[in-house]
């Protein structure tokens, strides 16, 4: 499978810097951060969905109101605060939601964040919107 970055994700609460890359289909890696190809460019009107396994658990260290940032391959800067974080079970609720007009930040990870449990459709979705 190809991969192609896109993106840095910068989570200040986790002083890590995280590249963001594209892949087509299902990721199946136990490892990286993936950009949803059904989403949005970050200053696009519409939602960008990243997702991320092993590489979000620092995202229990983060708070509302708390800012995060994307950085395009052009350079340009993108920030965000979070609005949002909760528990959301896909079987019962579907996959997360796309919106085409606000811009937002999803960023997508297996819960309970301190080791994921392959068979658990419970996943932790951290929303942050576009300053």
Not at 19 to 33: L, R, Y
Not at 51 to 63: H, M
Not at 74 to 93: A, I, L, R
């Amino acid at each position: 499978m190809h991969f192609t970055r896109l993106l840095k994700l910068y989570i200040p609460q986790c002083n890590e810097i995280f590249e963001v890359f594209d892949v087509s289909g299902v990721v199946d890696s136990a490892e990286g951060v993936f950009m949803v190809s059904e989403s949005f460019q970050p200053g696009c009107h519409g939602t960008v969905l990243i997702y991320g396994l092993s590489d979000f658990q620092c995202l229990k260290d983060v708070a509302l109101m708390d800012p995060l940032s994307l950085r395009d391959s052009c350079g340009n800067e993108y920030n965000y605060k979070v609005t949002g974080m909760n528990v959301v079970d896909f079987e019962e609720s579907g996959l997360v939601v796309i919106d085409d007009f606000s811009r937002e930040l999803k960023l997508v990870t297996p819960w309970p964040l301190d080791g994921y449990m392959f068979d658990d459709p419970s996943h932790y979705i951290l929303t942050a919107v576009q300053l």
